[in-house]
């Protein structure tokens, strides 16, 4: 079975800064999706950055972007420039390219000072 | 704003009741999902209706069950509820273009359930 790991139950960071959170999954499958959601207090779960395992480039939104690295199952988010309203919990999730449902890790929460 | 739309937002009942939670995709999604998020558990994938049939199960209890309407709205019944199943649970859709890269998930705001 699938399982996707946060190790990271809290992170902080400076207002302008960059952050980087981690996330670590387990499959025997090929092709696959990686996901990064956000969760605000207002508790809606927003899509961030996505990324297909058959792409070798790291996929970029914006402030957003990943850091892919399949063979080490590696799937680390980036935000440069942080903002107030980065301030949210980030869930890292993972679906086959043979099935619809998300795993998900635990997430991580994330507060961005002033 | 996700397009999805979960109602009731809060919902307080008791022990051994039977609640109804409704959630109407986006405009032209078929595939609606169901998801449970509680502090012990984490996010959970309860269910998948696509287009009115069942597509995928999850960890859903036998208590648990849902529908897919032909206007595409689902509805999550919960029943013999106990104070276990207090969670905020999440409806998502998608346009389901198979299980291609196309095929994301967008949430809705989700139900908040207390049992008392």
């Known amino acids: 079975a699938q399982t996707v790991t946060q190790s990271q139950p809290e992170m902080s960071v400076q207002e302008a800064e960059t952050v980087t959170l981690s996330c670590t999954y387990d499959t025997s499958e090929s092709d696959y999706y990686l996901f990064w959601y956000k969760q605000p207090p207002s508790r809606q779960m927003i899509l961030v950055i996505r990324?297909?395992?058959?792409?070798?480039q790291n996929a970029t939104e914006n402030r957003f972007s990943v850091n892919f690295q399949k063979a080490a199952k590696s799937f680390s988010l980036k935000i440069s420039d942080s903002q107030l309203g980065d301030a949210a919990m980030y869930f890292c999730?993972?679906?086959?390219?043979?099935?619809?449902?998300?795993?998900f890790g635990t997430g991580t929460r994330l507060q961005v000072f002033p | 704003d996700s397009g999805v739309t979960q109602t009731p937002k809060h919902l307080i009942t008791a022990t051994g009741q039977r609640v109804t939670l409704r959630c109407s995709p986006r405009s032209g999604d078929l595939s609606v999902y169901w998801y449970q998020q509680s502090l012990d558990q984490g996010l959970q994938f309860l269910i998948q209706y696509y287009n009115g049939e069942e597509r995928a199960k999850g960890n859903i209890l036998e208590r648990f069950s849902a529908q897919q309407f032909p206007d595409l709205h689902s509805e999550l019944n919960l029943s013999s509820l106990e104070l276990g199943d207090s969670a905020l649970y999440f409806c998502?859709?998608?346009?389901?273009?198979?299980?291609?890269?196309?095929?994301?998930?967008?949430f809705g705001a989700g139900t908040r359930l207390s049992v008392l």
């Open positions: 998502a859709s998608s346009v389901d273009e198979g299980s291609g890269p196309k095929n994301i998930q967008y």
């Open positions: 990324q297909e395992a058959y792409k070798q």
């Open positions: 999730a993972y679906r086959s390219a043979r099935t619809d449902k998300l795993i």
